[in-house]
């Protein structure tokens, strides 16, 4: 299965609720590499890629995040692959 790479933004009640750290938990159960990362105007900035079923499942997951969130928006973009090893939380 072909590799592919994903990146966008998220956007609701997603900071403060444990989004960045749910999603790098997805990631890693995913075996999908990346990073996540708060914006200051209240989003949460995603890069993400591994296997195309694995990126299809954690695309589906942002649309609800974890339990605490309220996601009203989620903006996803393929883009070539970033070559990236390993999924951070960024700061």
């Given at each position: 299965?072909?590799?592919?790479?994903?990146?966008?933004?998220?956007s609701?009640?997603?900071?403060?609720v444990?989004?960045?750290q749910?999603?790098?938990?997805?990631?890693e159960?995913?075996?999908?590499d990346?990073w996540?990362?708060?914006?200051?105007?209240g989003r949460?900035?995603?890069?993400?890629?591994?296997?195309?079923?694995?990126?299809?499942?954690l695309?589906?997951?942002l649309q609800?995040?974890?339990?605490?969130?309220?996601?009203?928006a989620?903006e996803?973009?393929e883009?070539?692959?970033?070559?990236?090893a390993?999924f951070?939380?960024?700061r």
């Amino acid at each position: 299965m072909a590799r592919v790479c994903r990146h966008g933004y998220v956007s609701g009640r997603v900071q403060g609720v444990y989004f960045r750290q749910a999603t790098a938990a997805q990631a890693e159960r995913l075996d999908l590499d990346g990073w996540v990362r708060n914006l200051a105007d209240g989003r949460v900035e995603v890069l993400f890629e591994g296997e195309e079923a694995a990126v299809n499942e954690l695309t589906s997951w942002l649309q609800q995040g974890p339990e605490a969130a309220e996601v009203t928006a989620l903006e996803l973009q393929e883009q070539a692959l970033q070559g990236v090893a390993g999924f951070i939380v960024r700061r």
